[in-house]
C-alpha cells in the first residue's frame, strides 16, 4: 500500500461516517496498540487462570472504540457495532452480579 492510498482511506473514513476524519482514523489507528496489548493480557490471563473480567472488556473497549465516537456523532453506524458494545455491557453487568453473589455467598458461610 503506498502513502495516497493509506491517505485516501482514512480520510474516507470520516465521508463515510459523517463525522471528522482525523479523529475518527486517530482513534481508529491510535486504539490498535492498545487492543493488541489486551489481548495479550487476556490471553496472559487465560493461562494463568485469573479473572478474564477487565482484559476482555478491555479489549472489547478498543476494539469499539472509533464506532462509539460515530454512535455520537456520526451517521451510518454499521448495526454490529451496537450489538457489540450491547453485548459488552451485558458481559460486564452478568460477571459484576456473579462476582458480587460470589462474595455475599462466602461472606454469608462465614
Known amino acids: 500500500m503506498n502513502w495516497q492510498t493509506f491517505v485516501d482511506w482514512f480520510m474516507g473514513l470520516g465521508v ?3 463525522v471528522n ?6 482513534i481508529y489507528v491510535g486504539a490498535i ?16 487462570g485469573k479473572s478474564i473480567l477487565l482484559p476482555t ?10 464506532y462509539l ?8 453506524v454499521p448495526i454490529w457495532v ?7 455491557v ?7 452480579v456473579k462476582k458480587v453473589r460470589g462474595k455475599l455467598s462466602a ?3 462465614r
Request: aromatic fraction near 22%; glycine fraction near 6%; charge should be positive.
Open 16 to 18: 463515510k461516517y459523517n
Open 21 to 26: 476524519p482525523i479523529i475518527f482514523g486517530s
Open 33 to 48: 496498540p492498545f487492543f493488541s496489548a489486551s489481548i495479550a493480557w487476556l490471553i496472559r490471563s487465560l493461562r494463568n
Open 57 to 66: 472488556f478491555l479489549s472489547g473497549f478498543f476494539f469499539v472504540s472509533a
Open 69 to 76: 465516537y460515530l454512535i455520537v456523532v456520526g451517521r451510518n
Open 82 to 88: 451496537y450489538v457489540f458494545v450491547v453485548s459488552l
Open 90 to 96: 451485558v458481559f460486564g453487568a452478568v460477571s459484576t
Open 107 to 109: 461472606n454469608a458461610d
